[in-house]
């Protein structure tokens, strides 16, 4: 049935094929958002998105002056999409609603740039690959760039391609620039979202530069960055005085290049091999006469641009990840896509049946639905609630089990608090041992903590106190900058001593009783020369001796 209804469509409804092309992807991708959305847990940065877009507008904008400044935008954004309902699927349905659409704009861009079989294959292709699926489940803002950079980038395409031939020039500027205001504020959009997404212009030049186009259109495109770089340099400053947020990412190397490779074409080693290849065919004497536009020129700056440069400055100063140039994904199936066309005008010269018209497309089609095959335990795993380094409400359920009404908590170091802050449950009724301030009325993510002088106090009248760790705060190596932090680590260490200890979701709970003073000589010697130590009114069993 839907072969004859291509075949129909193309014989007499062109418009209906490019259609068709282009809403299938939009399904695809929205069936594979959809499926497993709600795990049961959140990681780490959703804990963080969720708590913080459900504070008041003014509490969100008090935080982005100290923390978070590059996701306020998005944090703005989701606030009224979570005051109905909070919870894990609100949190990510906008992700895969921009996958969606990023998925149709891929397609669209296919349509427009080469031919409507294009176009479907490659929105498939994006639709299937592991990389989009997980980051359409995940409640961050990586989703939502990736669809603001499809978007401007398909405005680029219409803004440089209107046909300057048939008006005169100053007729051809007033029709012209509507689309270059359109193109500038999707990308302005955009950079707000994530103002990493700025590298999207060094790819658009790029393709602008391999276009050759003419002096107009450089003039029209310089107009509409000038005005996005200057949008953005508000942004830029204060998330440049919170760099330290990110002092954390490593130098890239060759192995971050293989990664993100493999990432954008599909992790799986039959899915890669034949991806590369149809990249390169697409490669193969790849652009147009000077002045036109091929999907290759808009496709490999895409791709290549974004994730190179920001390689190149993440070796002085380290701001690469892989989620940050999600955005440039969307290059490698429109390249693939373009390889798959042109295998298919190369097969009849090596005098080789080749499928006309609607079974084409259905063979290709059917190709993308392989692939998605043998990525799909892939898609399983990253749908298993406890695949992700961590999971903050498996932490608050343990937490539930061990803790108790009135014992008294640390986290160490203070971010660990994000698990109570995104499922309170678990640690309802327990005394926060170091917290001075909450963070909605602090301005801060995780709360004001207490200043060394007084949390010392606090502790120094505590017989027993469970600490809520991340697993690299209990190494003997880890040394913390914060003088609290340094504080929380030392008292610990001298005044107590480790009874309980449990490991769940990426995070350590352990529980810690006072020293006892120095035994007299006879109380050492009843006890075999050891002082005797009792733990404390409804604690639980030493570590080991219960299950």
Known sequence: MVSAWVRRSGAG????????????PVLVMLAVGL?????GGMWRDEGVTYQVARRSVPQIWQLLHSADAVHGLYYLLMHPVLAPHP???????????????????????????????????????????????????????????????????????????????????????????RHWWAYGAAVAVTCLLHELAVLLLFAHAGTLALARVPARVWRAWGCAAGAVVLALVPLALVSHAQSAQVAWLPRPGLGSVVRLLSAFTGPARLVVVPHLVLIALALWRPFARRGEL??????????????ALLMAVSQFWPLYDDRYVLYALAGAPLLAAAGAERLVSLLPRLRLTVPTGARVTLVGALAVTLGFAFQLPLFRLDRT???????????????????RPGDPVLFLPSIVRRSALTYPNGFRGVRDVALSAPGPSSG????????????????????????VAEPFATRPTWTPDSPTERLKLTLVEEEFVPLQEITRGGVTLRLYIRRPPRAPQDESALSGGHPVRQPPRGAAAPYGSAP
């Open 385 to 403: 609630p406890d695949h992700g380094a961590d999971n903050l409400a498996t932490v608050s359920a343990t937490a539930g089990r061990e803790l």
């Open 294 to 307: 091929s999907l290759q020129a808009v496709a490999l700056p895409l791709m290549v641009v974004p994730p």
């Open 444 to 467: 801060t993510l995780y709360g004001q903590e207490a200043a060394p002088s007084e949390l010392r106090r606090r502790i120094s009248r505590l017989d027993h106190v469970w600490l």
């Open 87 to 177: 919870g894990e699927v609100a949190l990510r349905l906008p992700s895969v609603c921009a996958a969606a659409a990023t998925a149709g704009l891929v397609a669209a861009l296919g349509v427009r740039l080469c031919r409507p079989r294009v176009g479907l294959w490659a929105g498939l292709l994006y639709a299937v690959t592991p990389m989009t699926g997980h980051f359409a489940q995940e409640g961050r803002s990586y989703a939502l760039v990736a669809a603001g950079a499809a978007a401007a980038t398909w405005l680029l395409v219409r803004a440089m391609t209107v046909p300057p031939a048939r008006t005169k020039p100053r007729t051809w500027g007033r029709a012209a620039s």
């Open 13 to 24: 409804r062109p418009e209906a094929m490019a259609v068709l092309a282009v809403l299938l």
């Open 35 to 39: 499926w497993g959305l709600d795990r």
